[in-house]
C-alpha cells in the first residue's frame, strides 16, 4: 500500500508506467491484469504518455493520476479503503481530495490532516474524541462526515462528496449581493445551531470552511477540527497567518486573546465572513497579522455603512449585533441569529391604505344580503314574453265548475258560498224538524 511519506528522487518521466500503476495501487489485480494485457496485445499503447492519455479516455485512470504517475510518482494514492481521484483544495488544516471506496462503490472528499499539526497523542486523542461527536452530525447546511481513521501517522477524516465552490473561491470570481450574503449567512448559521446542538464549537468559520453547492445551498465545513489547534500547546499565533486556532481576520476578540470560546464566538466569525463576502474588505484591516489582531482585540470594526452606503438599516443592525465586542452583546444562540438574518429575506406586510379625509367609509353589506347583479340588456333591445298555459286534468262532474272559477272567479266564489249556506240552512231546519 502507498504510503504518504516522501520518495527518493526518480526521473521525471518514467520508461514503463506499469511498474508505477501497479506500486500505486489504485487498481485491483484483475484491473491491472486487463491493462497489461492490452498494452502486451497490442490494443493499448506502451509509451508512458500515450498509454496515460489512453487510460485516461476510458476512465481508467483519473487526470490527477495520470499527472502523478507521468512524474514518477505512485505513493500518497490509497488512504485505506480510498483511493485518491483528484485534489480538491487546501487548507490550514490539510489537504482535500475526491476519492473512491472501493467496496460501497462510491465517490467521497477526503480531508488529510497537516502532518505539522498531528505532533504527539495529545492532539491524536483529541481528533478521535471529536470525530465520535461529528459523526452524529446530519443537517441540510453541515457536510456530514462518513468515516475517520488513522493510517501510521496520518489521520484523516472522510466527507460526503458535493459538488460546488467554497464562498472564498466564489468571492474572488463574482461579486456577492446583500440579499445573497443574508441567506448564505442564514443557511450558516442554522448549520452551526445545529452543530452547538451537539457539543461542537467550529473555532474557524470563514468563507473557505463555507461551500455554496451547485443548488445554492451552504454547507458548513471542517466542523471538529478546530480543536486540533487548541490541543497543541506549542501552538502560537506566530506561526504564520491561518495556521492558528482559527483564522485572524474571522476570530473573535475572545479567541485571540486565548480565553474559552462557545458558540457566540462562531457568530462573531459568521459575522466577519458576511461583511467580508459583502464588501470586499475586511473589517479590521491591517498591514500584518499582529496589527489586524489588535485591532480586534482593543477597537471596534470599521462600520460597514462607511464601505457600503446601499444597505438597509435592519441588515446593518443584525450585522453590528454579529459584531459586537463583548459575546453577552452579541445573539446568544445560533438559531436567534438565523431567525434575524431570515426575517430580512421575508416579504414586508404593506401597510393598509389610509381613507379620504372626511369620507365616511361605506359598511360592507352582509354576505346574506348581497345579491348577485344581473347584466342589464341595452335599451334598445326588445323581449317577447313567453306564456305557457298549464291545463290541469279534472274530473267529468268537475269540469264547469273550473271552467267558471278560470273565467269568472268573482262569481264562482259567490256560488261556492251561496250553495254552502243553502246545504248549512238544509241541514239546520231537517234538524229542527226531526227534533219535534
Not at 310 to 335: C, M
Not at 370 to 388: C, D, G
Amino acid at each position: 500500500m502507498a504510503t504518504f511519506g516522501k520518495p527518493r528522487p526518480a526521473p521525471a518521466v518514467p520508461p514503463d508506467l506499469l511498474p508505477v500503476i501497479r506500486q500505486s495501487g489504485v487498481l485491483t489485480d484483475k484491473q491491472f491484469a486487463d491493462v497489461k494485457d492490452k498494452v502486451a496485445g497490442g490494443d493499448y499503447p506502451a509509451d508512458p504518455a500515450a498509454l496515460a492519455d489512453r487510460l485516461v479516455k476510458e476512465n481508467v485512470l483519473s487526470d490527477y493520476q495520470a499527472k502523478r504517475f507521468l512524474a514518477n510518482k505512485s505513493h500518497g494514492l490509497v488512504v485505506g479503503r480510498y483511493v485518491i481521484l483528484d485534489r480538491l483544495g487546501s487548507g490550514s488544516m490539510g489537504r482535500v481530495y475526491k476519492a473512491h471506496h472501493l467496496m460501497m462503490d462510491r465517490l467521497v472528499a477526503i480531508k488529510i490532516i497537516a502532518p505539522e499539526i498531528v505532533s504527539n497523542e495529545r492532539i491524536i486523542a483529541r481528533f478521535q474524541r471529536e470525530m465520535k461527536l461529528v459523526g452524529r452530525l446530519d443537517h441540510p447546511n453541515v457536510i456530514r462526515a462518513f468515516d475517520a481513521d488513522q493510517v501510521g501517522k496520518i489521520l484523516y477524516i472522510v466527507m460526503e462528496y458535493v459538488q460546488g465552490q467554497s464562498l472564498a473561491e466564489r468571492m474572488r470570481k463574482k461579486s456577492l449581493s446583500p440579499a445573497e450574503v443574508i441567506d448564505i449567512g442564514a443557511q450558516a448559521a442554522l448549520g452551526l445551531a445545529h452543530a452547538h446542538a451537539q457539543g461542537i464549537v467550529h473555532r474557524d468559520v470563514k468563507p473557505s470552511n463555507l461551500l455554496l453547492t451547485d443548488d445554492r445551498q451552504v454547507k458548513v465545513l471542517d466542523l471538529g477540527l478546530g480543536v486540533l489547534m487548541e490541543a497543541d500547546n506549542s501552538t502560537s499565533f506566530a506561526t504564520a497567518d491561518g495556521i492558528t486556532v482559527g483564522t485572524i481576520d474571522y476570530m473573535s476578540p475572545e479567541q485571540a486573546c486565548g480565553r474559552e470560546v462557545d458558540g457566540r464566538s462562531d457568530l462573531f466569525s459568521l459575522g466577519c465572513s458576511m461583511y467580508h463576502l459583502m464588501t470586499g474588505a475586511l473589517p479590521y484591516p491591517g498591514e500584518s497579522p499582529i496589527e489586524r489582531m489588535g485591532r480586534r482585540i482593543k477597537n471596534s470594526p470599521v462600520p460597514i455603512t462607511q464601505v457600503r452606503r446601499d444597505l438597509p438599516s435592519a441588515l446593518v443592525r443584525v450585522l453590528d449585533k454579529l459584531l459586537a465586542h463583548k459575546p453577552h452583546e452579541r445573539f446568544q444562540t445560533a438559531a436567534e441569529a438565523a431567525e434575524a438574518l431570515q426575517a430580512l429575506l421575508r416579504p414586508r406586510p404593506r401597510p393598509p391604505t389610509p381613507a379620504a379625509p372626511n369620507v365616511e367609509p361605506v359598511a360592507e353589506p352582509k354576505a346574506e344580503a348581497r345579491v348577485e347583479a344581473k347584466p342589464v340588456p341595452p335599451p334598445e333591445a326588445s323581449y317577447e314574453p313567453i306564456i305557457i298555459r298549464i291545463t290541469p286534468e279534472y274530473p267529468r262532474w268537475f269540469r264547469p265548475l273550473a271552467r267558471l272559477a278560470e273565467s269568472r272567479p268573482r262569481a264562482a266564489l259567490a256560488a261556492t258560498i251561496l250553495g254552502l249556506t243553502a246545504a248549512f240552512g238544509v241541514g239546520a231546519l231537517a234538524a229542527w224538524l226531526a227534533g219535534k
